[in-house]
C-alpha cells in the first residue's frame, strides 16, 4: 500500500472568526508532485501554514508521515511566499542557504567546509552562484525565491511546501526551477507547490488538489484535472485544452 506523506482530517481555519478552510480531509501520497490550485483568497497559503504548523486551526487535525509536525520538523522543508519575508537584517545569499544545514547540525556545532560546499552546489543548481556574497536584502523578489530554494534543497528533506515558486520569475527560472522539482520527485521526495498557471498543471505535476474554501478535489492530474472540477473551484465556465 501506499504510503501517506501528509494526512489532514476535519480542518477548519479561520482569521478573526472567519472561516477560510472549511473541513478539509486530504490526503497527500508520498512521492507525488501536487500543485495546490484554487482562486486567490481560496486558503492555499493558509493550507500550508496550517500543515506547518504557523497557524492553529479551530478544529482538525494534520500529521506528516503518521506525527505531528512539530516531530517531523528536519524532514519539512518549506520555501515562502516571494517576498513575504522580511530581511532587516544583514546576512549574504550564501549564509542563507547554510542556514538549511543547521537543522543536520544541532545548535552547537558551526558549519563546516562539507556543509559549504553543497550550499555553494546548492546556489549553482539555481543559478545564484556569482550572488553567493551579495546581501539578501539586495536580490530582487525572483532572485530571493531562488536563494530559498537553495536552502530547501540542502535541507535534504522528504517533504517539500512551496508558495508560489514561479511567480514573478522568467521563463529561464521557471524551467530550472520545475527542473529541480522533478529531480527531487526522482528521487523519492514529496513535493507539494502552490500553484497558479493552469495551463502548465498538466506538465508539471502528476498530482493535483483543487481547493476553494473546502476541497473541491484531489488525485492524479490525468484523472481529476478536467473542466469539470476547475469551474467548481473558480465558479465560472472555464475551458482549458489539455493536452494529455
Ligand atoms: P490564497 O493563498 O489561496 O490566495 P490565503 O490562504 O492567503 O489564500 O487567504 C485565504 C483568506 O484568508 C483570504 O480571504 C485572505 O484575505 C484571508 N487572510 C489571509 N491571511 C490573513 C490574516 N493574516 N488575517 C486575516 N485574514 C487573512
Partial sequence: ????????????VAYNYKPVL???????????LMAIVGPNGAGKSTLIKSILG??????????????????????????????????????TALDVVMMGTYGKLGWIKRPG????????????KVGMLSFKGRQISQLSGGQQQRVFLARALVQDASIYFMDEPFQ?????????????????????????V???DLQTVPEYFDWVTFLNVKKI????????????????TYGINYKVSIQK
Avoid: C
Fill in 194 to 196: 502552490v500553484h497558479h
Fill in 54 to 91: 504557523i497557524l492553529k486551526p479551530i478544529a482538525g487535525s494534520v500529521s506528516i508521515f503518521g506525527k505531528p509536525y512539530k516531530k517531523q520538523r528536519k524532514h519539512v522543508a518549506y520555501v515562502p511566499q516571494k517576498g513575504s519575508v522580511d530581511w532587516d537584517f544583514p546576512t
Fill in 113 to 124: 567546509v562539507k556543509q559549504k560546499k553543497k550550499a555553494l552546489e546548492a546556489l549553482e
Fill in 22 to 32: 472549511w473541513d478539509i480531509d486530504l490526503q497527500i501520497p508520498e512521492g507525488v
Fill in 217 to 232: 478535489a484531489t488525485g492524479p492530474v490525468k484523472v481529476i484535472y478536467h473542466d469539470d472540477n476547475l469551474t467548481k
Fill in 168 to 192: 514573478g520569475v522568467d521563463a529561464t527560472t521557471e524551467v530550472a526551477i520545475i527542473n529541480i522539482l522533478k529531480e527531487l520527485r526522482k528521487a523519492g521526495k514529496t513535493v507539494v
Fill in 1 to 12: 500500500m501506499e504510503k501517506i506523506a501528509v494526512k489532514i482530517d476535519d480542518l477548519t
